[in-house]
Every structure is written in structure tokens, then in C-alpha cells.
């Protein structure tokens, strides 16, 4: 339906968004929420519903600490309303950085998804995982995208007009976004290591509000690791996993929880059939707070009767592990045989 010419290719998509500047004025934020779809299900994460997800968030959905809207911000995120093509201020708009939900402050687009499509509107072909959920429009037709944080309105979804390699665009009203350079970006950073990180990186992509995983060395001395080194057993380094997360969307807390619930931290000489000391189980802290969160949560552990082995050290230097590593499971299209969630709290 939407494959057409290149010199053509705006026509549609501007057609399409001043029509849901008509239909979509009667769908408030809360019927939004209601037809949303449930988050995907992948490593058993699924059992969390939306509302277990939002609620610890700083800002809930409906709550007062939404940042005020003005008259038109209100037209647009809260009735659906569309901007004039062409008059938003990120249509032509190309720093590195971040594009964040106007009204919660969740983080929606990365720049380097950003491409010129010519319709009068921000494009972006990717999303940051999990930050925008997809819905049936009104009209019957067309996909409507709104922020999967807050249920404000961004624009509409198009695919197969092969307009880039994922053959995607995110069609965003300006208005709904709000620009963070780089530089500003306050993501939050975590350092966790359960054993094969193949396994750990895929559970931790699976939580919303995880921005970015890299896995990789730290714990040890030697400087550069290579996977053969770290598994000879020399270095003193741990397979571990680097995480960037949205604190709009998920907490320390959340994600410290997660690890415990994607391992056995009883396990005292590896991880399930990876043995040795870089399997071992240990949370790299920060700062003071992630300290303290950690060793409330092995506390809560041990209150439950588990011999909880998991150390608690200071962060150090973190040493990305080769490329061929990195995303593995998601490369090769498999699912962990070493990482299963299993509920604690
Ligand atoms: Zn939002």
C-alpha cells in the first residue's frame, strides 16, 4: 500500500499525518493506554506487566510530575494532533544525540537512526528498544506510535516504502520530542557479571528502558584482555556486561533485581556449566547508592534462606570484549542455554 515512487514519496506520508490531525482528536492519553499492546516476551521478562514497569519509574503515567504542556504540545501528545510539515524544529535537524519524550522525558530516538525523508516531519528508521509501542489508528489504516512510557502521542509508523535498509520510518511530530545532545545524555550505567555473558547480555536487553549492552573484561589486571586470556584463567577478570539505561524507565533497583533473577548467585564456582573464575557472580557498583542497593538486595536474599556468593566491588575499568561477541545470541539467532529468569521478589 505504501510502495511508491521515489520522486513521489512524501505525498503519502503527508497525506496520511494531516489525516490523523482530523480522526484522532476524540482518542485521549487514557484510551491510548488501554488498547496498547503488551510488552514482547523474550527470556521470561514477560510476566511484567505495564503497570509493574512504570511504577517505580520517577514519573507515572497520569502523575503530576509530567512536565507542564503548552496549548499546542497538549493538541498534539494528548489529542493526537499533528504539526504543520515542514514548521517542527528537529525536521531539519542532524546532532548527535538523543530525542527524548517531551512530556515524560523517556528516551525514544538515537540521531544516528535520524534520516532526510522529505515529508515535512523528523524520520527515524529505529527506535530505542522498547521505547515506543505500535497501535492500530482510528482510522483503521495506518499504525499510530506513542511513547510506550507515558502514552503520548508521536506520530505514525510506515514500513515497505524502502526508503532505507530496515525499510522503516517513524514519522515524528517535532513537537512530541525533545533534543538532548549527546554530551548532555544522562544515561544511567551498570556493571553486572552472572557468568557466560552471551546469556547475561540477552536477558538484559530484554528490560525495557535498557538503552545499550556491551559486553566485556573487568575485575582483573591485565590490560587489553582477549577472550583466550580470560578464559585461560590468569587475568583475574570476569566475563561481565556493560549496561546504559534510561532512568526514566527503569531503576538501579529494577535492573540489580533482574540479574539476581537471570542467575543462580549460590552458585560459588561458576555459572551453571561454565566453571572457573571468570563465570563467577559479582555487581560492579558505581557509586555508594548502587553499593547499598546491592547488598540490600543480597540482604533480602539471604532473608530468604539463599547462600547468596555474589560480590560486591567497586567498579573498574570495563574492557569491551571482541566484536564477534558482542549481541551474540541476537547474531545467531538463538536464545541462552545458561540464563533462564526465575522470579525472587
Ligand atoms: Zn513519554
Request: with cysteine; charged share 30%; aromatic share 10%.
Amino acid at each position: 500500500m505504501f510502495q511508491i515512487h521515489r520522486q513521489r514519496r512524501w505525498v503519502l506520508p503527508m497525506l496520511a499525518a494531516l489525516l490523523a490531525a482530523g480522526a484522532g482528536a476524540s482518542y485521549g492519553y487514557r484510551q491510548a493506554r488501554d488498547v496498547a499492546d503488551p510488552p514482547p516476551e523474550a527470556c521470561d521478562v514477560s510476566y511484567q506487566t505495564d503497570e509493574e514497569a512504570t511504577t517505580s519509574v520517577d514519573q507515572e503515567p497520569g502523575s503530576d510530575e509530567y512536565r507542564d504542556l503548552t496549548p499546542e504540545e497538549e493538541r498534539v501528545i494528548v489529542h493526537k494532533g499533528t504539526e504543520m510539515p515542514f514548521t517542527g524544529e528537529y525536521d531539519d535537524h542532524f546532532e548527535a544525540g538523543i530525542y527524548t519524550c517531551r512530556r515524560c522525558g523517556a528516551m525514544l530516538y538515537r540521531s544516528a537512526d535520524k534520516f532526510r525523508a522529505g515529508c515535512g516531519w523528523p524520520a527515524f528508521d529505529d527506535e530505542i528498544p522498547g521505547a515506543v509501542k505500535r497501535i492500530p489508528d482510528p482510522d483503521g489504516r495506518r499504525t499510530e506510535i506513542i511513547c510506550a512510557n507515558c502514552g503520548g502521542h508521536l506520530g505514525h509508523v510506515f514500513e515497505g516504502e524502502r526508503l532505507t535498509e530496515k525499510n522503516v520510518r517513524h514519522c515524528v511530530n517535532s513537537i512530541s520530542l525533545r533534543f538532548i545532545p549527546e554530551k548532555e545524555v544522562q544515561y544511567g550505567r551498570a556493571i553486572f557479571a552472572a557468568g557466560c555473558f552471551w546469556g547475561v547480555e540477552h536477558c538484559l536487553k530484554e528490560q525495557p528502558g535498557v538503552v545499550e549492552t556491551t559486553v566485556g573484561y573487568t575485575g582483573g589486571t591485565k590490560e587489553n584482555p582477549t577472550y583466550e586470556e580470560v578464559c585461560r584463567g590468569n587475568t583475574g577478570h570476569l566475563e561481565a556486561v556493560e549496561v546504559l539505561y534510561d532512568p526514566v524507565r527503569v531503576s538501579y533497583e529494577e535492573l540489580a533485581k533482574l540479574f539476581f533473577e537471570i542467575h543462580d548467585p549460590t552458585q560459588a564456582n561458576g555459572q551453571g556449566p561454565d566453571l572457573g573464575e571468570q563465570y563467577l557472580s559479582a555487581i560492579f557498583y558505581l557509586d555508594d547508592e548502587q553499593k547499598r542497593v546491592a547488598e540490600k538486595l543480597i540482604e533480602e536474599l539471604k532473608a530468604k534462606g539463599m547462600k547468596v556468593v555474589t560480590q560486591v566491588r567497586p567498579a573498574g575499568k570495563f574492557w569491551p570484549a571482541e566484536q564477534y561477541h558482542q549481541d551474540y545470541y541476537a547474531k545467531k539467532g538463538q536464545t541462552p542455554y545458561c540464563h533462564v529468569r526465575k522470579k525472587l521478589w
